[in-house]
């Protein structure tokens, strides 16, 4: 076996140790794990275990799921890459550009103001919901969040990560099909994946054996995020699950592979980052990996795969920024476990 796969278990091990982490770390080479680490509580107070079938919210990693879900609708022909936002909701949000297309919104160029900033976000444990959460319960009900934000830039512009972009796609799903978007992710992407513990569950009727997350102080995250999750986040799964999404996504089990390709095509550099982006979905700047990524409070997570080795990572922590100094270490070593 590769010298690199031999020691990674021993490196996540230290690094765990280093920075008192809390979550899971898994690394797979060709759907075999070389490395599984778990650590930390999933309920403090009652000291349940972290485990390895752990649900965690996952936050913006399942930007992938909400990409997944429209492009569906795009093969069905419910929606168009071109279908304009305005369209489907002639009435609302006035402020956004007529011009803003289902595509724009995937690849994070509408330019729209996003009711969710992180440039100028701040420490995400700070943060409050303008709307009390208990009210934010389906994608529409976060249609007065979005509202009153001016169009910052013209439609395909430039890029832009936008969260309220994500809630609109949901919202556009919901219009298009008539249907729950939580009920289309798990018809078109969660169960065609094998993706058997991932839901979109109210932060106030959480299942058995899920992760509470928390914050730097100690408190649970339950104040700071939406009851349930739209387009742009609120989704809880497992380490397993996404183990089998990334099989699965590139086997065509969800989408036919030349849909699948669209979305993981690189469509704009991000220098800041050293990364690139698709289509709900990151990339790494110098190899074919292809990432989804999660930061809220009392959540981080990433996984990551590489096409051509068949490597993938996942990690998730229930601590706002829990996840970071794992997912560096395997990013450093990522290119050497490839074999490049």
């Given at each position: 076996m590769h010298h690199g796969l031999v020691t990674i278990q021993a490196d996540?091990?230290?690094?765990?140790?280093?920075?008192d982490f809390s979550g899971v770390v898994v690394v797979s080479a060709r759907d075999e794990r070389i490395a599984a680490f778990t650590r930390g509580f999933a309920d403090r107070p009652n000291a349940r275990p972290i485990t390895l079938e752990t649900t965690f919210g996952v936050a913006s990693a399942c930007k992938g799921l909400t990409a997944l879900t429209v492009a569906s609708l795009i093969e069905s022909g419910e929606l168009r890459p071109e279908t304009t936002l305005r369209s489907l909701l002639p009435e609302a949000l006035p402020l956004v550009d007529d011009a803003v297309t289902i595509e724009h919104l995937l690849g994070h160029t509408s330019g729209i103001g996003d009711y969710l900033d992180e440039e100028v976000l701040g420490d995400v444990d700070e943060y409050v919901m303008a709307l009390p959460v208990h009210r934010l319960a389906s994608p529409r009900d976060y249609l007065p969040l979005l509202d009153g934000h001016?169009?910052?830039t013209a439609p395909g512009a430039s890029f832009a990560y936008n969260n309220g972009g994500y809630v609109l796609l949901s919202i556009a799903a919901e219009l298009a099909t008539g249907r729950s978007f939580y009920d289309l992710?798990?018809?078109?992407?969660?169960?065609p994946a094998g993706m058997v513990d991932t839901d979109y569950p109210r932060s106030d009727r959480m299942p058995a054996g899920a992760a509470i997350g928390y914050l730097a102080d100690g408190r649970s995250n339950v104040l700071h995020l939406p009851v349930r999750g739209a387009g742009d986040g609120g989704a809880y799964s497992t380490v397993r699950d996404?183990?089998?999404f990334w099989g699965s996504l590139f086997a065509g089990r969800i989408l036919p592979m030349p849909a699948v390709e669209r979305l993981v095509a690189p469509r704009t550099d991000v220098p800041s980052d050293s990364r690139r982006y698709g289509l709900g979905?990151?990339?790494r700047g110098d190899r074919d990996t292809v990432m989804l990524e999660g930061s809220d409070a009392?959540?981080?997570c990433r996984t990551a795969h590489d096409r051509p080795f068949g490597l993938t990572y996942v990690v998730i922590s229930n601590?706002?920024?829990g996840a970071?100094?794992?997912v560096r270490l395997l990013e450093e070593r990522l290119p050497s476990l490839a074999g490049g």
């Amino acid at each position: 076996m590769h010298h690199g796969l031999v020691t990674i278990q021993a490196d996540i091990d230290a690094l765990a140790d280093q920075t008192d982490f809390s979550g899971v770390v898994v690394v797979s080479a060709r759907d075999e794990r070389i490395a599984a680490f778990t650590r930390g509580f999933a309920d403090r107070p009652n000291a349940r275990p972290i485990t390895l079938e752990t649900t965690f919210g996952v936050a913006s990693a399942c930007k992938g799921l909400t990409a997944l879900t429209v492009a569906s609708l795009i093969e069905s022909g419910e929606l168009r890459p071109e279908t304009t936002l305005r369209s489907l909701l002639p009435e609302a949000l006035p402020l956004v550009d007529d011009a803003v297309t289902i595509e724009h919104l995937l690849g994070h160029t509408s330019g729209i103001g996003d009711y969710l900033d992180e440039e100028v976000l701040g420490d995400v444990d700070e943060y409050v919901m303008a709307l009390p959460v208990h009210r934010l319960a389906s994608p529409r009900d976060y249609l007065p969040l979005l509202d009153g934000h001016p169009q910052r830039t013209a439609p395909g512009a430039s890029f832009a990560y936008n969260n309220g972009g994500y809630v609109l796609l949901s919202i556009a799903a919901e219009l298009a099909t008539g249907r729950s978007f939580y009920d289309l992710v798990a018809e078109r992407v969660t169960r065609p994946a094998g993706m058997v513990d991932t839901d979109y569950p109210r932060s106030d009727r959480m299942p058995a054996g899920a992760a509470i997350g928390y914050l730097a102080d100690g408190r649970s995250n339950v104040l700071h995020l939406p009851v349930r999750g739209a387009g742009d986040g609120g989704a809880y799964s497992t380490v397993r699950d996404f183990e089998t999404f990334w099989g699965s996504l590139f086997a065509g089990r969800i989408l036919p592979m030349p849909a699948v390709e669209r979305l993981v095509a690189p469509r704009t550099d991000v220098p800041s980052d050293s990364r690139r982006y698709g289509l709900g979905f990151w990339l790494r700047g110098d190899r074919d990996t292809v990432m989804l990524e999660g930061s809220d409070a009392g959540v981080s997570c990433r996984t990551a795969h590489d096409r051509p080795f068949g490597l993938t990572y996942v990690v998730i922590s229930n601590v706002s920024d829990g996840a970071w100094p794992m997912v560096r270490l395997l990013e450093e070593r990522l290119p050497s476990l490839a074999g490049g």
